[in-house]
């Protein structure tokens, strides 16, 4: 199946710093790629979804200042988490979908634990 | 609201088989998803239905029933490595994905 992967896959930092996690689509050009939150015993939470060359579709409740997304190529998409306070830790996921509208199956990276101090 | 319901937490043993329920009411429907997922790690993909009935994949099968809003998700022949928790997820008519809370199956020697 399709791969994905997420960089970096823990990372720790300090209050008030931002972080950038990379999601890349391997063997295959992703147009659409939706970035999740998962707080622990939780259900994964969608935080926006982003297509190729055009801005995010962010999802009630998410602060778009705050978690930036790029979706800059067909392989790669960015989530800065800009200022980030302990109650941004969490585990975030990226998923991405080969298709435009072809949203029958996501393929997931690993995810990247964000621990904010 | 759109809502998805399943078991927060199920025990089986290895060997035996296990079904795990999810019902949902959601604004539209164009399939059900079951993934799998252990501690620390994201997602695997495990089924898709989107018409009625079942559909066996090795131990897995998931079955839908579109008039009841139910699905459920069977693993026969347990092994020690199906201890994860189960996702059932609706897309609705805007594609987007609904995503119940998890079950969270133990599996006992």
């Known amino acids: 199946g399709a791969v994905v992967s997420q960089h970096p896959s823990r990372v720790i930092c300090k209050s008030g710093t931002s972080v950038k996690i990379e999601c890349r689509s391997l063997d295959f050009q992703a147009t659409t790629m939706f970035w999740y939150r998962q707080f622990p015993k939780q259900s994964l939470m969608l935080m926006a979804t982003s297509n190729e060359g055009s801005k995010a579709t962010y999802e009630q409740g998410v602060e778009k200042d705050k978690f930036l997304i790029n979706h800059a190529s067909l392989t790669l998409s960015t989530l800065t988490v800009t200022s980030a306070h302990p109650e941004d830790s969490s585990f975030y996921i990226c998923?991405?979908?080969?298709?435009?509208?072809?949203?029958?199956?996501?393929?997931f990276g690993p995810g990247t634990r964000l621990t904010v101090l | 609201g759109q809502n998805i319901d399943q078991p927060t937490e199920m025990t089986a043993t290895e060997g035996a088989i296990v079904q795990i329920n999810c019902t949902y009411q959601?604004?539209?429907?164009?399939?059900l998803f079951w993934y799998q997922q252990h501690a620390g790690e994201a997602p695997t993909f495990l089924s898709y239905?989107?018409l009625d009935g079942l559909e066996e994949k090795g131990r897995f099968s998931s079955f839908l029933s579109r008039s009841k809003g139910y699905s459920y998700l069977l693993l026969k022949e347990l092994q020690m490595k199906d201890s994860a928790s189960y996702l059932c997820?609706?897309?609705?008519?805007?594609?987007?994905?609904?995503w119940g809370a998890g079950t969270k199956l133990i599996i006992k020697p």
């Open positions: 239905n989107v």
């Open positions: 998923s991405a979908a080969e298709l435009a509208g072809d949203y029958n199956e996501q393929f």
């Open positions: 997820a609706v897309l609705d008519s805007n594609y987007q994905l609904i």
């Open positions: 959601t604004s539209g429907f164009n399939g």
